[in-house]
Nanobody
Framework: QVQLVESGGGLVQTGGSLRLSCAAS????????MGWFRQAPGKEREFVAA????????TYADSVKGRFTISRDNVKSTVYLQMNSLKPEDTAIYYC??????????????????WGQGAQVTVSS
């Protein structure tokens, strides 16, 4: 089992920044590829970003590319999502997740084994 706890959400104005953190406990953190997903009201959960086990590879949804940065610290068992130039359409609950599946599957929510409880991000216009 892996337990994931997100923090750092909140309310920010358009153009502002937030950094989400996701602290992991349980099994060896570095064994898992980590991802961030988000879900807005009335919409399906969507992929945001993912990072490889070593942190050497990352991938992003087109909607956040160039604005968001995912990173991880395997010593602290924590994954981060730095969000800059935020837009109202970024408003959602953000979830971190851990996957034991191959890198080719990291954009699919169904390929993740463990999920956090979510953190609300609200961007006001």
């Amino acid at each position: 089992q892996v337990q994931l706890v997100e923090s750092g959400g909140g309310l920010v104005q358009t153009g502002g920044s937030l950094r989400l953190s996701c602290a992991a406990s349980g099994r060896t953190f570095s064994n898992y590829r980590m991802g961030w997903f988000r879900q807005a009201p009335g919409k399906e959960r969507e992929f945001v970003a993912a990072v490889s086990r070593s942190g050497g590879s990352t991938t992003y949804a087109d909607s956040v590319k160039g604005r968001f940065t995912i990173s991880r610290d395997n010593v602290k068992s924590t994954v981060y999502l730095q969000m800059n130039s935020l837009k109202p359409e970024d408003t959602a609950i953000y979830y971190c997740a851990a996957s034991s599946k191959t890198w080719a599957m990291v954009t699919s929510a169904r390929r993740y084994d463990y999920w956090g409880q979510g953190a609300q991000v609200t961007v006001s216009s």
